[in-house]
Protein backbone atom coordinates (compact mmCIF):
# COMPACT_ATOMS: atom_id res chain seq x y z
CA UNK A 1 0.00 0.00 0.00
CA UNK A 2 2.36 2.46 1.07
CA UNK A 3 4.31 1.03 -1.92
CA UNK A 4 1.54 2.01 -4.75
CA UNK A 5 1.00 5.37 -2.25
CA UNK A 6 4.90 6.46 -2.62
CA UNK A 7 4.09 5.73 -6.51
CA UNK A 8 1.35 7.34 -6.56
CA UNK A 9 2.61 10.59 -4.79
CA UNK A 10 5.86 10.44 -7.40
CA UNK A 11 3.40 10.09 -10.32
CA UNK A 12 0.95 13.44 -9.26
CA UNK A 13 4.77 14.83 -8.45
CA UNK A 14 6.03 14.44 -12.17
CA UNK A 15 2.69 14.97 -13.14
CA UNK A 16 2.58 18.38 -11.59
CA UNK A 17 5.92 19.43 -13.01
CA UNK A 18 5.25 18.23 -16.86
CA UNK A 19 2.05 20.16 -16.35
CA UNK A 20 4.17 23.33 -14.99
CA UNK A 21 6.14 23.01 -17.81
CA UNK A 22 4.04 22.11 -19.94
CA UNK A 23 2.13 25.49 -18.54
CA UNK A 24 5.68 27.10 -19.05
CA UNK A 25 6.29 26.72 -23.07
CA UNK A 26 2.19 27.81 -23.23
CA UNK A 27 3.16 31.03 -21.24
CA UNK A 28 6.51 31.46 -23.23
CA UNK A 29 4.58 30.95 -26.81
CA UNK A 30 1.63 33.00 -26.08
CA UNK A 31 4.22 35.92 -25.13
CA UNK A 32 6.01 35.40 -28.39
CA UNK A 33 4.34 36.75 -31.35
CA UNK A 34 2.68 34.70 -33.71
CA UNK A 35 2.04 31.01 -33.67
CA UNK A 36 3.64 27.93 -33.49
CA UNK A 37 3.10 24.68 -35.38
CA UNK A 38 5.28 21.73 -33.35
CA UNK A 39 5.67 18.06 -34.98
CA UNK A 40 7.34 15.34 -33.34
CA UNK A 41 8.49 12.69 -35.63
CA UNK A 42 8.84 9.97 -32.99
CA UNK A 43 4.77 10.27 -31.84
CA UNK A 44 3.95 11.47 -35.53
CA UNK A 45 1.71 13.82 -33.60
CA UNK A 46 0.94 17.38 -34.52
CA UNK A 47 0.54 20.34 -32.20
CA UNK A 48 -0.38 24.11 -32.46
CA UNK A 49 0.67 26.76 -29.78
CA UNK A 50 0.68 30.46 -29.42
CA UNK A 51 -1.68 32.64 -31.08
CA UNK A 52 -2.68 29.63 -34.38
CA UNK A 53 -6.30 30.61 -33.42
CA UNK A 54 -5.87 34.55 -34.29
CA UNK A 55 -4.60 33.05 -38.01
CA UNK A 56 -6.88 30.10 -38.55
CA UNK A 57 -9.66 28.57 -37.18
CA UNK A 58 -8.96 24.88 -37.51
CA UNK A 59 -5.96 22.72 -35.80
CA UNK A 60 -3.39 20.99 -37.21
CA UNK A 61 -3.82 17.44 -36.23
CA UNK A 62 -2.85 15.28 -38.81
CA UNK A 63 -1.29 15.34 -42.38
CA UNK A 64 -4.44 15.59 -44.19
CA UNK A 65 -5.09 18.93 -42.06
CA UNK A 66 -2.67 20.46 -44.10
CA UNK A 67 -4.81 20.59 -47.27
CA UNK A 68 -7.32 22.90 -45.74
CA UNK A 69 -4.17 25.02 -44.85
CA UNK A 70 -3.01 25.19 -48.46
CA UNK A 71 -6.76 25.99 -49.20
CA UNK A 72 -6.39 29.19 -47.30
CA UNK A 73 -3.26 30.31 -48.80
CA UNK A 74 -3.04 31.84 -52.56
CA UNK A 75 -2.09 29.67 -54.93
CA UNK A 76 0.62 30.95 -56.43
CA UNK A 77 1.93 30.53 -53.04
CA UNK A 78 1.12 26.83 -52.26
CA UNK A 79 4.02 24.89 -53.99
CA UNK A 80 6.71 26.76 -51.37
CA UNK A 81 4.83 26.70 -48.71
CA UNK A 82 4.53 22.81 -48.86
CA UNK A 83 8.07 22.43 -49.40
CA UNK A 84 8.76 24.37 -46.75
CA UNK A 85 6.70 22.51 -43.89
CA UNK A 86 7.75 19.11 -45.62
CA UNK A 87 11.16 20.24 -45.04
CA UNK A 88 12.96 17.08 -43.23
CA UNK A 89 12.88 15.23 -46.91
CA UNK A 90 15.19 17.62 -48.16
CA UNK A 91 17.84 17.67 -45.08
CA UNK A 92 17.94 20.81 -44.89
CA UNK A 93 17.57 22.33 -41.08
CA UNK A 94 15.58 25.41 -42.11
CA UNK A 95 13.63 27.61 -44.27
CA UNK A 96 11.07 30.65 -44.60
CA UNK A 97 8.82 31.55 -47.00
CA UNK A 98 5.68 34.61 -47.55
CA UNK A 99 2.28 33.84 -48.45
CA UNK A 100 -0.83 35.73 -48.91
CA UNK A 101 -3.80 34.56 -47.07
CA UNK A 102 -6.69 34.88 -49.49
CA UNK A 103 -10.11 35.60 -47.78
CA UNK A 104 -8.43 37.76 -45.11
CA UNK A 105 -5.40 39.57 -47.34
CA UNK A 106 -3.09 38.90 -44.83
CA UNK A 107 1.05 38.49 -45.01
CA UNK A 108 2.29 35.27 -43.24
CA UNK A 109 5.80 34.40 -43.31
CA UNK A 110 6.26 30.35 -42.17
CA UNK A 111 9.83 29.94 -40.43
CA UNK A 112 10.67 26.31 -40.22
CA UNK A 113 13.14 24.92 -38.35
CA UNK A 114 13.98 20.92 -37.90
CA UNK A 115 16.10 18.85 -35.04
CA UNK A 116 17.74 16.05 -35.85
CA UNK A 117 18.44 13.09 -32.99
CA UNK A 118 22.36 11.70 -32.45
CA UNK A 119 21.25 9.12 -35.13
CA UNK A 120 21.11 11.95 -37.43
CA UNK A 121 17.24 11.17 -37.76
CA UNK A 122 14.77 13.91 -37.74
CA UNK A 123 13.03 14.42 -34.11
CA UNK A 124 11.25 17.60 -34.39
CA UNK A 125 9.97 20.10 -35.89
CA UNK A 126 8.80 23.69 -35.01
CA UNK A 127 7.21 26.51 -37.72
CA UNK A 128 6.85 29.49 -36.66
CA UNK A 129 4.36 31.74 -38.16
CA UNK A 130 4.16 35.69 -37.86
CA UNK A 131 2.21 37.73 -39.29
CA UNK A 132 4.02 40.77 -41.32
CA UNK A 133 1.57 42.33 -43.63
CA UNK A 134 2.51 45.76 -41.95
CA UNK A 135 5.76 45.08 -43.25
CA UNK A 136 4.47 44.12 -46.95
CA UNK A 137 2.27 46.53 -47.36
CA UNK A 138 5.21 49.14 -46.23
CA UNK A 139 7.49 47.58 -48.93
CA UNK A 140 4.48 47.67 -51.44
CA UNK A 141 3.71 51.09 -50.56
CA UNK A 142 7.45 52.23 -51.51
CA UNK A 143 7.32 49.72 -54.77
CA UNK A 144 4.04 52.15 -55.72
CA UNK A 145 5.39 55.22 -55.35
CA UNK A 146 8.69 54.33 -57.52
CA UNK A 147 6.18 53.18 -60.52
CA UNK A 148 3.08 54.78 -59.91
CA UNK A 149 1.56 58.09 -59.77
CA UNK A 150 -0.49 58.88 -56.16
CA UNK A 151 -3.08 61.07 -57.49
CA UNK A 152 -4.13 59.30 -60.42
CA UNK A 153 -2.77 55.40 -59.59
CA UNK A 154 -1.39 55.26 -63.50
CA UNK A 155 2.49 54.85 -64.31
CA UNK A 156 4.49 57.79 -63.14
CA UNK A 157 6.81 59.51 -65.78
CA UNK A 158 10.17 57.71 -64.87
CA UNK A 159 8.08 54.11 -64.86
CA UNK A 160 6.36 54.77 -68.28
CA UNK A 161 9.85 56.19 -70.34
CA UNK A 162 10.92 52.67 -68.78
CA UNK A 163 8.08 50.97 -70.36
CA UNK A 164 8.11 53.02 -73.51
CA UNK A 165 11.49 51.93 -73.86
CA UNK A 166 10.74 48.58 -74.03
CA UNK A 167 8.08 48.96 -76.43
CA UNK A 168 10.81 50.90 -78.69
CA UNK A 169 13.15 47.86 -78.03
CA UNK A 170 10.40 45.19 -79.53
CA UNK A 171 9.11 47.79 -82.22
CA UNK A 172 12.55 47.85 -83.29
CA UNK A 173 12.88 43.65 -83.92
CA UNK A 174 9.37 43.32 -85.19
CA UNK A 175 9.26 46.15 -87.37
CA UNK A 176 6.52 47.84 -85.19
CA UNK A 177 4.98 51.24 -84.93
CA UNK A 178 4.64 52.69 -81.36
CA UNK A 179 1.96 55.46 -81.22
CA UNK A 180 2.49 58.31 -78.12
CA UNK A 181 -0.34 60.74 -77.13
CA UNK A 182 -0.09 63.76 -75.34
CA UNK A 183 -3.56 64.45 -73.61
CA UNK A 184 -3.85 67.69 -72.44
CA UNK A 185 -6.89 69.10 -70.61
CA UNK A 186 -8.69 72.09 -72.05
CA UNK A 187 -8.34 75.54 -69.89
CA UNK A 188 -7.69 73.57 -66.92
CA UNK A 189 -6.56 76.30 -64.92
CA UNK A 190 -9.85 77.99 -65.11
CA UNK A 191 -10.79 74.69 -63.03
CA UNK A 192 -8.39 75.38 -60.27
CA UNK A 193 -9.10 79.10 -60.44
CA UNK A 194 -12.84 78.42 -59.89
CA UNK A 195 -13.30 75.69 -57.78
CA UNK A 196 -9.71 75.24 -56.20
CA UNK A 197 -6.76 73.25 -56.14
CA UNK A 198 -8.89 70.44 -54.39
CA UNK A 199 -11.52 69.98 -57.01
CA UNK A 200 -8.96 70.51 -59.85
CA UNK A 201 -7.16 67.29 -58.42
CA UNK A 202 -10.53 65.71 -58.14
CA UNK A 203 -10.66 66.27 -61.99
CA UNK A 204 -7.03 64.96 -62.73
CA UNK A 205 -8.05 62.01 -60.05
CA UNK A 206 -11.32 61.18 -62.60
CA UNK A 207 -9.87 61.27 -65.65
CA UNK A 208 -6.91 59.55 -65.12
CA UNK A 209 -8.83 56.54 -64.06
CA UNK A 210 -11.00 56.73 -67.13
CA UNK A 211 -7.66 56.50 -68.61
CA UNK A 212 -6.92 53.31 -66.61
CA UNK A 213 -9.22 51.70 -68.65
CA UNK A 214 -7.44 51.52 -71.56
CA UNK A 215 -4.01 50.22 -70.61
CA UNK A 216 -3.81 46.46 -71.51
CA UNK A 217 -1.34 44.52 -73.35
CA UNK A 218 0.07 47.00 -75.81
CA UNK A 219 -1.96 50.08 -74.32
CA UNK A 220 0.48 51.78 -71.44
CA UNK A 221 -1.14 55.73 -70.00
CA UNK A 222 0.72 57.67 -67.36
CA UNK A 223 -0.12 61.16 -65.88
CA UNK A 224 2.69 63.49 -66.82
CA UNK A 225 2.76 66.68 -64.51
CA UNK A 226 -0.68 68.90 -63.89
CA UNK A 227 -3.59 68.05 -65.97
CA UNK A 228 -1.02 66.60 -68.92
CA UNK A 229 -1.60 62.68 -69.37
CA UNK A 230 0.43 60.27 -71.75
CA UNK A 231 -0.43 57.32 -73.62
CA UNK A 232 1.97 54.75 -75.26
CA UNK A 233 0.08 52.22 -78.12
CA UNK A 234 2.35 49.31 -79.11
CA UNK A 235 1.40 48.24 -82.73
CA UNK A 236 -1.32 50.98 -83.39
CA UNK A 237 -2.49 48.97 -86.28
CA UNK A 238 -3.53 46.33 -83.79
CA UNK A 239 -6.30 46.37 -82.08
CA UNK A 240 -5.89 49.75 -80.68
CA UNK A 241 -5.42 52.95 -82.52
CA UNK A 242 -4.85 56.63 -81.05
CA UNK A 243 -7.80 57.54 -82.95
CA UNK A 244 -10.10 55.06 -81.58
CA UNK A 245 -8.79 56.16 -78.32
CA UNK A 246 -9.43 59.82 -78.94
CA UNK A 247 -13.23 59.05 -80.09
CA UNK A 248 -13.79 57.32 -76.36
CA UNK A 249 -12.38 59.50 -74.91
CA UNK A 250 -14.45 61.99 -76.54
CA UNK A 251 -17.49 59.86 -76.11
CA UNK A 252 -16.78 60.14 -72.15
CA UNK A 253 -16.45 63.64 -71.91
CA UNK A 254 -19.29 64.52 -73.50
CA UNK A 255 -20.64 63.77 -69.96
CA UNK A 256 -19.29 66.10 -67.25
CA UNK A 257 -17.61 64.58 -64.50
CA UNK A 258 -19.49 64.95 -61.15
CA UNK A 259 -16.62 65.98 -58.38
CA UNK A 260 -16.51 65.54 -54.57
CA UNK A 261 -18.27 69.00 -53.99
CA UNK A 262 -21.10 68.51 -56.24
CA UNK A 263 -20.29 70.48 -58.93
CA UNK A 264 -20.20 69.31 -62.66
CA UNK A 265 -17.51 70.21 -64.92
CA UNK A 266 -17.30 69.92 -68.42
CA UNK A 267 -14.32 69.48 -70.07
CA UNK A 268 -12.68 68.79 -73.66
CA UNK A 269 -9.14 67.72 -74.27
CA UNK A 270 -6.28 68.45 -76.81
CA UNK A 271 -4.65 65.64 -77.98
CA UNK A 272 -1.26 65.67 -79.94
CA UNK A 273 0.54 62.10 -81.69
CA UNK A 274 4.07 61.46 -82.05
CA UNK A 275 4.96 58.29 -83.60
CA UNK A 276 8.17 55.48 -83.45
CA UNK A 277 9.77 55.55 -85.94
CA UNK A 278 8.59 58.54 -87.93
CA UNK A 279 8.73 61.30 -85.66
CA UNK A 280 11.77 59.58 -83.33
CA UNK A 281 13.60 56.55 -82.39
CA UNK A 282 13.85 57.96 -78.65
CA UNK A 283 11.17 57.67 -75.74
CA UNK A 284 11.91 61.36 -74.72
CA UNK A 285 11.49 63.10 -77.73
CA UNK A 286 8.59 61.32 -78.89
CA UNK A 287 6.98 62.33 -75.57
CA UNK A 288 8.19 66.02 -76.17
CA UNK A 289 6.53 65.99 -79.37
CA UNK A 290 3.71 64.64 -78.67
CA UNK A 291 3.28 67.64 -76.64
CA UNK A 292 4.87 70.08 -78.79
CA UNK A 293 1.55 69.29 -80.94
CA UNK A 294 -0.82 70.20 -78.33
CA UNK A 295 0.80 73.15 -78.18
CA UNK A 296 -0.17 73.23 -81.80
CA UNK A 297 -3.83 72.40 -81.30
CA UNK A 298 -4.00 74.58 -78.24
CA UNK A 299 -3.38 77.42 -80.83
CA UNK A 300 -5.71 76.25 -83.50
CA UNK A 301 -8.57 76.55 -80.73
CA UNK A 302 -8.11 73.49 -78.69
CA UNK A 303 -10.27 70.21 -78.39
CA UNK A 304 -8.46 68.23 -81.30
CA UNK A 305 -5.98 65.90 -82.10
CA UNK A 306 -3.28 66.12 -84.58
CA UNK A 307 -0.15 64.01 -85.63
CA UNK A 308 3.24 65.51 -85.17
CA UNK A 309 4.84 66.49 -88.53
CA UNK A 310 8.24 67.88 -89.32
CA UNK A 311 6.71 71.26 -90.44
CA UNK A 312 5.42 71.71 -86.67
CA UNK A 313 8.94 71.06 -85.28
CA UNK A 314 10.14 73.58 -87.73
CA UNK A 315 7.90 76.32 -86.95
CA UNK A 316 8.76 75.50 -83.07
CA UNK A 317 12.41 75.52 -83.70
CA UNK A 318 11.96 79.07 -85.41
CA UNK A 319 9.26 80.43 -82.51
CA UNK A 320 12.55 79.23 -79.95
CA UNK A 321 14.79 81.40 -82.36
CA UNK A 322 12.60 83.99 -82.38
CA UNK A 323 11.79 83.98 -78.95
CA UNK A 324 15.79 84.22 -78.09
CA UNK A 325 16.02 87.25 -81.09
CA UNK A 326 13.24 88.97 -79.30
CA UNK A 327 14.76 88.98 -75.92
CA UNK A 328 17.53 90.39 -77.59
CA UNK A 329 16.24 92.31 -79.13
CA UNK A 330 14.50 93.84 -75.47
CA UNK A 331 17.64 94.64 -74.46
CA UNK A 332 19.02 96.79 -77.06
CA UNK A 333 15.87 98.44 -76.98
CA UNK A 334 15.15 97.49 -81.08
CA UNK A 335 11.53 98.89 -81.27
CA UNK A 336 10.25 101.93 -83.38
CA UNK A 337 6.58 103.59 -83.13
CA UNK A 338 4.43 104.17 -85.96
CA UNK A 339 1.24 105.90 -85.17
CA UNK A 340 -2.08 105.65 -87.55
CA UNK A 341 -4.39 108.56 -87.74
CA UNK A 342 -8.47 108.03 -86.83
CA UNK A 343 -11.35 110.57 -87.89
CA UNK A 344 -14.90 111.72 -86.90
CA UNK A 345 -16.88 110.58 -89.68
CA UNK A 346 -18.75 113.67 -89.85
CA UNK A 347 -16.59 116.37 -90.57
CA UNK A 348 -13.29 114.22 -91.06
CA UNK A 349 -11.35 115.73 -88.33
CA UNK A 350 -8.40 114.05 -86.50
CA UNK A 351 -9.42 112.37 -83.71
CA UNK A 352 -6.33 111.03 -82.53
CA UNK A 353 -3.87 108.32 -83.84
CA UNK A 354 -3.36 104.78 -82.61
CA UNK A 355 0.82 103.83 -81.91
CA UNK A 356 1.65 100.41 -83.56
CA UNK A 357 4.74 99.10 -82.32
CA UNK A 358 7.18 97.78 -84.71
CA UNK A 359 10.13 95.37 -84.01
CA UNK A 360 13.20 97.13 -86.04
CA UNK A 361 15.76 93.79 -86.51
CA UNK A 362 19.55 94.13 -86.71
CA UNK A 363 19.45 94.51 -90.54
CA UNK A 364 16.61 96.79 -90.62
CA UNK A 365 14.00 94.37 -91.51
CA UNK A 366 10.78 95.64 -89.82
CA UNK A 367 8.58 92.55 -87.49
CA UNK A 368 5.42 93.27 -87.60
CA UNK A 369 3.88 92.99 -84.26
CA UNK A 370 0.96 90.39 -85.09
CA UNK A 371 4.30 88.07 -85.08
CA UNK A 372 6.26 88.87 -82.48
CA UNK A 373 3.62 90.27 -79.88
CA UNK A 374 2.58 86.94 -79.26
CA UNK A 375 5.27 85.31 -78.84
CA UNK A 376 6.31 88.51 -76.24
CA UNK A 377 3.03 87.85 -74.53
CA UNK A 378 4.11 84.04 -73.73
CA UNK A 379 7.69 84.75 -72.35
CA UNK A 380 6.64 88.17 -70.78
CA UNK A 381 8.92 90.33 -72.71
CA UNK A 382 5.64 92.34 -73.67
CA UNK A 383 5.96 94.01 -70.49
CA UNK A 384 9.01 95.38 -71.07
CA UNK A 385 7.97 96.33 -74.43
CA UNK A 386 5.03 97.37 -73.54
CA UNK A 387 5.93 99.44 -71.03
CA UNK A 388 8.64 101.21 -73.24
CA UNK A 389 5.55 101.58 -76.01
CA UNK A 390 3.86 103.77 -73.19
CA UNK A 391 6.87 105.97 -72.56
CA UNK A 392 7.77 106.73 -75.99
CA UNK A 393 3.79 107.17 -77.35
CA UNK A 394 3.17 109.90 -74.29
CA UNK A 395 6.24 111.75 -74.61
CA UNK A 396 6.01 111.77 -78.72
CA UNK A 397 2.14 112.62 -77.92
CA UNK A 398 3.71 115.49 -75.39
CA UNK A 399 6.05 116.64 -78.65
CA UNK A 400 3.03 117.02 -81.16
CA UNK A 401 0.82 118.69 -79.04
CA UNK A 402 3.13 121.72 -78.24
CA UNK A 403 4.12 121.41 -82.24
CA UNK A 404 0.20 121.49 -83.47
CA UNK A 405 -0.79 123.60 -80.68
CA UNK A 406 -4.41 121.63 -80.26
CA UNK A 407 -5.12 118.63 -78.41
CA UNK A 408 -6.04 114.63 -79.42
CA UNK A 409 -6.06 111.66 -78.35
CA UNK A 410 -3.13 108.95 -78.33
CA UNK A 411 -4.35 105.84 -78.17
CA UNK A 412 -2.23 102.46 -76.77
CA UNK A 413 -2.68 99.19 -77.17
CA UNK A 414 -2.14 97.14 -73.33
CA UNK A 415 -1.56 93.64 -73.05
CA UNK A 416 -3.28 91.81 -69.81
CA UNK A 417 -0.09 90.75 -68.50
CA UNK A 418 0.32 94.39 -68.51
CA UNK A 419 -2.56 95.00 -66.76
CA UNK A 420 -1.93 92.52 -64.25
CA UNK A 421 1.14 94.26 -62.87
CA UNK A 422 0.72 95.86 -59.49
CA UNK A 423 2.74 98.98 -60.56
CA UNK A 424 0.53 99.45 -64.10
CA UNK A 425 -1.39 102.28 -62.39
CA UNK A 426 1.48 104.08 -60.93
CA UNK A 427 3.89 103.71 -63.59
CA UNK A 428 1.18 105.08 -66.08
CA UNK A 429 0.29 108.15 -64.16
CA UNK A 430 4.07 108.82 -63.41
CA UNK A 431 4.85 108.80 -67.23
CA UNK A 432 1.65 111.40 -67.82
CA UNK A 433 3.39 113.16 -64.71
CA UNK A 434 6.49 113.24 -66.36
CA UNK A 435 5.50 114.65 -69.73
CA UNK A 436 2.64 116.83 -68.81
CA UNK A 437 0.17 115.19 -70.24
CA UNK A 438 -3.23 115.47 -69.32
CA UNK A 439 -5.14 111.97 -68.58
CA UNK A 440 -7.99 112.72 -70.54
CA UNK A 441 -5.56 112.98 -73.49
CA UNK A 442 -5.03 109.40 -73.43
CA UNK A 443 -7.13 105.98 -74.39
CA UNK A 444 -6.20 102.52 -73.41
CA UNK A 445 -7.27 100.05 -75.86
CA UNK A 446 -7.22 96.15 -74.21
CA UNK A 447 -8.85 92.89 -76.25
CA UNK A 448 -11.38 91.24 -74.53
CA UNK A 449 -8.74 88.13 -73.51
CA UNK A 450 -7.78 90.76 -70.85
CA UNK A 451 -11.16 90.67 -69.28
CA UNK A 452 -11.53 86.52 -69.47
CA UNK A 453 -9.02 86.22 -67.29
CA UNK A 454 -10.24 87.90 -64.19
CA UNK A 455 -13.24 90.13 -65.04
CA UNK A 456 -13.48 91.31 -61.62
CA UNK A 457 -9.93 92.31 -60.63
CA UNK A 458 -9.64 94.06 -64.19
CA UNK A 459 -12.77 96.10 -64.41
CA UNK A 460 -11.35 97.35 -60.89
CA UNK A 461 -8.26 98.41 -62.59
CA UNK A 462 -9.95 100.08 -65.46
CA UNK A 463 -12.12 101.98 -63.30
CA UNK A 464 -9.56 103.41 -61.55
CA UNK A 465 -7.30 104.39 -64.23
CA UNK A 466 -11.02 105.93 -65.46
CA UNK A 467 -11.20 107.88 -62.25
CA UNK A 468 -8.12 109.78 -63.30
CA UNK A 469 -9.33 110.52 -66.82
CA UNK A 470 -7.98 108.20 -69.00
CA UNK A 471 -9.87 106.58 -71.55
CA UNK A 472 -10.68 102.90 -72.10
CA UNK A 473 -11.33 101.57 -75.52
CA UNK A 474 -12.71 97.99 -75.96
CA UNK A 475 -10.40 96.26 -79.58
CA UNK A 476 -10.98 93.93 -82.20
CA UNK A 477 -14.90 93.75 -81.02
CA UNK A 478 -16.20 90.67 -82.59
CA UNK A 479 -13.26 88.65 -82.26
CA UNK A 480 -13.82 87.50 -79.01
CA UNK A 481 -16.49 85.42 -77.14
CA UNK A 482 -18.10 88.79 -77.11
CA UNK A 483 -20.46 88.84 -74.65
CA UNK A 484 -23.05 91.51 -74.79
CA UNK A 485 -24.75 91.01 -71.04
CA UNK A 486 -20.95 92.08 -69.85
CA UNK A 487 -20.87 94.74 -72.22
CA UNK A 488 -23.18 97.59 -69.85
CA UNK A 489 -20.77 96.26 -66.57
CA UNK A 490 -17.46 97.36 -68.32
CA UNK A 491 -16.23 100.58 -67.65
CA UNK A 492 -15.01 101.67 -71.37
CA UNK A 493 -15.50 104.56 -73.41
CA UNK A 494 -15.04 103.26 -76.97
CA UNK A 495 -15.98 100.01 -79.00
CA UNK A 496 -13.17 99.65 -81.89
CA UNK A 497 -15.27 97.05 -84.48
CA UNK A 498 -13.16 94.82 -86.21
CA UNK A 499 -11.40 94.62 -89.34
CA UNK A 500 -13.06 91.33 -89.96
CA UNK A 501 -16.64 92.88 -90.03
CA UNK A 502 -15.89 95.79 -91.82
CA UNK A 503 -13.87 93.37 -94.53
CA UNK A 504 -17.29 91.76 -95.32
CA UNK A 505 -19.55 94.52 -94.91
CA UNK A 506 -20.11 95.67 -98.26
CA UNK A 507 -20.57 92.00 -99.68
CA UNK A 508 -22.15 90.36 -96.96
CA UNK A 509 -25.61 91.32 -95.83
CA UNK A 510 -25.96 89.22 -92.58
CA UNK A 511 -22.56 90.94 -91.90
CA UNK A 512 -24.14 94.43 -92.43
CA UNK A 513 -26.93 93.26 -89.96
CA UNK A 514 -24.61 92.43 -87.27
CA UNK A 515 -22.55 95.55 -87.90
CA UNK A 516 -25.77 97.71 -87.84
CA UNK A 517 -27.34 95.94 -84.23
CA UNK A 518 -23.26 96.30 -82.52
CA UNK A 519 -23.75 100.06 -83.74
CA UNK A 520 -27.12 100.43 -82.20
CA UNK A 521 -26.81 98.61 -79.14
CA UNK A 522 -23.26 100.88 -78.85
CA UNK A 523 -25.30 103.56 -79.11
CA UNK A 524 -27.72 102.45 -76.53
CA UNK A 525 -24.75 102.31 -73.88
CA UNK A 526 -23.20 105.43 -74.89
CA UNK A 527 -20.15 104.28 -76.13
CA UNK A 528 -18.26 105.89 -78.95
CA UNK A 529 -17.63 103.55 -82.28
CA UNK A 530 -14.82 103.31 -84.07
CA UNK A 531 -14.74 101.02 -86.93
CA UNK A 532 -11.04 99.64 -87.70
CA UNK A 533 -9.86 98.94 -91.10
CA UNK A 534 -11.58 100.78 -93.73
CA UNK A 535 -10.05 100.72 -97.07
CA UNK A 536 -12.63 101.63 -99.12
CA UNK A 537 -14.39 104.95 -99.81
CA UNK A 538 -17.74 103.00 -100.32
CA UNK A 539 -17.15 101.07 -96.66
CA UNK A 540 -16.87 104.97 -95.39
CA UNK A 541 -19.81 106.57 -97.15
CA UNK A 542 -21.94 103.00 -95.60
CA UNK A 543 -20.35 103.37 -92.11
CA UNK A 544 -20.80 107.07 -92.02
CA UNK A 545 -24.40 106.48 -93.14
CA UNK A 546 -25.79 104.07 -90.43
CA UNK A 547 -23.87 106.30 -87.47
CA UNK A 548 -20.34 104.90 -86.45
CA UNK A 549 -18.51 108.15 -84.97
CA UNK A 550 -15.03 106.93 -86.34
CA UNK A 551 -12.86 105.61 -89.23
CA UNK A 552 -9.24 104.24 -88.66
CA UNK A 553 -7.76 102.27 -92.02
CA UNK A 554 -5.61 102.41 -95.04
CA UNK A 555 -8.23 104.86 -96.68
CA UNK A 556 -7.51 107.97 -94.64
CA UNK A 557 -3.86 106.97 -93.40
CA UNK A 558 -1.64 103.64 -92.61
CA UNK A 559 0.43 103.23 -89.41
CA UNK A 560 3.80 105.85 -90.13
CA UNK A 561 6.69 106.88 -88.45
CA UNK A 562 6.46 110.05 -86.87
CA UNK A 563 8.45 112.33 -89.02
CA UNK A 564 5.92 110.88 -92.23
CA UNK A 565 2.90 111.25 -90.28
CA UNK A 566 3.96 114.74 -89.41
CA UNK A 567 3.80 116.02 -93.10
CA UNK A 568 0.43 114.43 -93.36
CA UNK A 569 -0.57 116.58 -90.63
CA UNK A 570 1.27 119.57 -91.72
CA UNK A 571 -0.50 119.34 -95.26
CA UNK A 572 -4.16 118.96 -93.94
CA UNK A 573 -3.64 121.79 -91.14
CA UNK A 574 -2.15 123.95 -93.39
P1 LIG B 1 -4.90 96.40 -83.50
O1 LIG B 1 -4.73 97.10 -82.21
O2 LIG B 1 -6.26 95.95 -83.84
O3 LIG B 1 -4.32 97.36 -84.57
C1 LIG B 1 -4.85 97.51 -85.84
C2 LIG B 1 -4.07 96.74 -86.82
O4 LIG B 1 -4.72 96.79 -88.06
C3 LIG B 1 -2.69 97.32 -87.07
O5 LIG B 1 -1.82 96.25 -87.41
C4 LIG B 1 -2.90 98.17 -88.27
O6 LIG B 1 -1.74 98.40 -89.02
C5 LIG B 1 -3.88 97.35 -89.04
N1 LIG B 1 -4.69 98.15 -89.93
C6 LIG B 1 -5.25 99.36 -89.70
N2 LIG B 1 -5.97 99.77 -90.75
C7 LIG B 1 -5.89 98.81 -91.68
C8 LIG B 1 -6.42 98.64 -92.98
O7 LIG B 1 -7.15 99.49 -93.51
N3 LIG B 1 -6.12 97.50 -93.64
C9 LIG B 1 -5.33 96.56 -93.10
N4 LIG B 1 -5.08 95.47 -93.81
N5 LIG B 1 -4.81 96.65 -91.85
C10 LIG B 1 -5.08 97.79 -91.17
P2 LIG B 1 -0.42 96.11 -86.74
O8 LIG B 1 0.20 97.43 -86.56
O9 LIG B 1 0.28 95.06 -87.50
O10 LIG B 1 -0.82 95.58 -85.32
C11 LIG B 1 -1.37 94.35 -85.15
C12 LIG B 1 -1.78 94.14 -83.74
O11 LIG B 1 -0.66 94.06 -82.87
C13 LIG B 1 -2.62 95.28 -83.17
O12 LIG B 1 -3.92 95.12 -83.58
C14 LIG B 1 -2.42 95.10 -81.71
O13 LIG B 1 -3.31 94.10 -81.21
C15 LIG B 1 -1.02 94.57 -81.60
N6 LIG B 1 -0.14 95.68 -81.22
C16 LIG B 1 0.42 96.62 -82.02
N7 LIG B 1 1.17 97.47 -81.28
C17 LIG B 1 1.08 97.06 -79.99
C18 LIG B 1 1.63 97.51 -78.73
O14 LIG B 1 2.35 98.51 -78.64
N8 LIG B 1 1.29 96.82 -77.60
C19 LIG B 1 0.49 95.72 -77.65
N9 LIG B 1 0.21 95.11 -76.52
N10 LIG B 1 -0.04 95.26 -78.79
C20 LIG B 1 0.24 95.93 -79.96
MG1 LIG C 1 -5.55 98.37 -81.22
MG1 LIG D 1 -8.01 96.09 -83.43
Known amino acids: MSEFNYQLDLLKAMNQKLSEKERMYHVICDSAEGAFLYFSFRKNQFSTLGHWREFFDFEIRDVADFQRLME ?27 CLIRERRIWLQFAVKVYYDDSGAPSDKVVHVTNITRQRFKDEELQYMAYYDNLTGLYNRNYFVRLLCEYLKNAAETRNIVSVMNIDIDEFNKVNDRLGIEMGDDLVQQFGLFLKDFCQDNVIACHLHSDVFCIAIYDPAGTRTAEEIYRQIRERIRDPFRLSNGSEV ?38 GIQYFNAPILDDFINSVELETRL ?66 SVKQYARWRTQFGFPFIMSINISALQYKKEDFVDFLMGVLNRYQVHPSEIELE ?21 NFGIRVSLDDFGTGFSSLSYLKKLPIDTLKIDKSFIDTVMTDP ?40 VIQ ?21 S
Not at 272 to 286: D, K, N
Not at 559 to 573: D, T, V
Open 72 to 98: EVDEPYRQELRRVLFLDKTGEESAVTE
Open 266 to 303: KITVSVGVAEYPEASHSALELINYAELVVYRVKALGRN
Open 327 to 392: KQAVTNRDFIMYYQPQYYTGNRRLRGVEALVRWKDQDGELISPGTFIPVAEKNGSIVPIGKWVVEE
Open 446 to 466: ITETVLIDDFDAVSERLRLLR
Open 510 to 549: STRVITESILNMVKALGFESIAEGVEEERQYKYLQAIGCD
Open 553 to 573: GYLFGKPLPPAELEKIFAGSL
